[in-house]
């Protein structure tokens, strides 16, 4: 299919790896005549077991190729399937959910590799789990479904009678089942942002296999890329990045260091914010050069950021929120599972962290939640209504409306009628911003019922799969656990819908992401201002505006010097008195505009001002300057 697609309009293939199980690893250029244009890179599929979004990614490749309206100026990259060897998984006879690529691994670090996989021991082509009755079990069959195994609760007086498996035996008798299969990496977690370095299905390090190489390689041999789409499990279109992260640079409390207090005569009792230390480094630095953020971070060894930046989560938010309309625009239903937050070591957490741009993610299925029936709460309000209200309208429902609103929606014990009260008072928040908070938390599970992901799984098996998405356990004489029960949720039942709703996912949601690229940085000069000094001599003042909807660099992006900077470079020839032939423009928000000053000698009657960078297209005026 991507064959067929790249024979066709302004279009490349770029093969970047082969997987070790001999598979290419191929991007599509969409744009090849554009030379000087931003670029976006859309990757699919990382982990290879969300069969859909290597769907996704060639229908937008097909969109983009049926209308030139978001191809005029803009490259396109798109990579629907970087991890072939776990992709073929879904169309083998046995299907495991695997999301490893062929590359030899020896995970339990014995005298071989790749010995103990999964067998399909009940011959229904799928690997479930298996329970065992066993007295050091630490699961339960569940009350509330005999489907469902929970674990065993001691402080309820509970006590563990089976233990879990993955369907299999132990092949290399070693008393562990199924923990050496046949790979791999997973290349969906092994990106060099917060590599888990604990997890074997990550590899040793980053880069290790060579689709991740190559997807690296290709990313950075291309400074023009300023944005990133990831289509898979997580969704930045809908929830914005998740902080919460220990182990980062805390910006808003530094600690300046004692042997750089005493060579710039600073207290290092005290601790300061990041804009106080670039104004104290301000002072102390020669004329003319820039103190960023990175500068600081880089110079005082606070380390590695692993939380977003507030500035950027601005701009997430506020998508979010369109996003959100968007679809309820379109009739599109979002009351579904949340999205799973992305991994450390994923594709989309790297491209924001390390590159430095905004980074987008979207998964185009999730099973739909169990919409619950309320039950004795009388005539409590609903979120929707209160979502509605002015602050005055929300406290005239009196506390007994209002608790009874909180219990109806699982609102956490810190969330009592008094205290919403006194906050509706106080204008700290109003009626919106509480629902949108409740709808951000995760909900608290109920006393004695299934979890709210297992009730979704469960009814979308039974009503949508036709039973099909969960194997009834049945008993199976195994030939070193003796009596076991085969049985589970089937792979893939999570991510991938019916066939013929896929067409329908992705007609409503992928033309967001379209959206979405017109909203990058635009520069441009739109003023120029000239003063003659006399003598030759002018003092040239030329406005440099950014009149996209996204900063440029991201928050991000100035923290870590990603990616390439805007330049203004002026007529080499010129005398210059105060600035520079090449001037970095620095960090410009969405719809912002900044002057930049020289002064200048010069007995030209022109001056040539041009916009470079390696992500943006050039920009080129002529300002004059005398007669």
Known sequence: ML?????????????????????????????????????????????????????????????????????????????????????????????TGKTTNL????????????????EDLNGDGLITKMRVKDLEGKYIVSKNDARIMDAADAKKGERGEYKLYTEGIDNDNDGEYNEDGIGGVNVGIAFPHLFPYTNKEAGRYSGETPEVYGILRFIF????????????????????????????????????????????????????????????????VPAGMEVTPSMVAGFLGLGAAVNPQDEDLVFYKKYSEDYKKYLESKNFETERLDPTPAKDGSFELWAYYHLGVPSFSMNLFTVPKVKEEKKGNGDAVSLEEVEKMSAEDFV??????????????????????????????????????????MKQMPKPEKEGELSVKDKALLAYSDKDMQGNGFVAWEKVDHPTLGDVEIGGYVPYLETTPKAELIDSLASVQLPWLLQLSTQLPKFDIVDSKVTDMDGGIYKLEIYIANTGDLPFPTSMGQRNNQPAPVILVLDDDLEFLEGRTRTNVGNLGANQVKKLSWLIKTNKKAVTATIESAVFTDVVKQINIGG
């Not at 199980?21 to 969409?30: D, R, S």
């Not at 590359?103 to 999964?118: F, R, S, Y």
């Not at 006194?422 to 911003?433: A, C, D, L, N």
């Open 3 to 95: 064959k067929k697609i790249g024979s066709t309009g302004d279009t490349k293939l770029h093969q970047v790896a082969v997987s070790p199980g001999g598979k290419p690893v191929t991007i599509l250029e969409i744009g090849t005549e554009l030379d000087d244009a931003p670029a976006i890179f859309v990757g699919a599929n990382f982990e290879g077991n969300v069969p859909l979004s290597t769907e996704g990614a060639l229908y937008l490749a097909q969109m983009l190729l049926d209308s030139s309206k978001y191809t005029e100026n803009v490259k396109w990259y798109i990579m629907p399937q970087p991890n072939p060897d776990a992709s073929l998984d879904y169309f083998a006879d046995v299907k």
């Open 103 to 118: 590359l030899v691994i020896n995970n339990d670090a014995d005298e071989q590799t790749d010995e103990d996989g999964p």
């Open 221 to 284: 041999d291309r400074p023009n890329i300023a944005m990133v789409y990831t289509l898979g499990t997580s969704n930045f279109c809908l929830v914005p990045p998740k902080g919460g992260r220990k182990g980062g640079a805390n910006l808003e409390n530094i600690k300046i260091p004692a042997r750089y207090g005493r060579m710039f005569n600073i207290d290092v009792s005290k601790t300061y914010t990041m804009d106080e230390v670039i104004e104290m480094f301000k002072e102390r």
């Open 396 to 437: 005239a429902l009196g506390e007994d409306k209002i608790n009874a609103f909180l219990k109806a929606n699982n609102a956490p014990d810190r969330f009592t009628a008094e205290s919403m009260i006194k906050m509706m008072e106080s204008g700290r928040v109003t009626p919106k911003q509480m629902v949108g908070m």
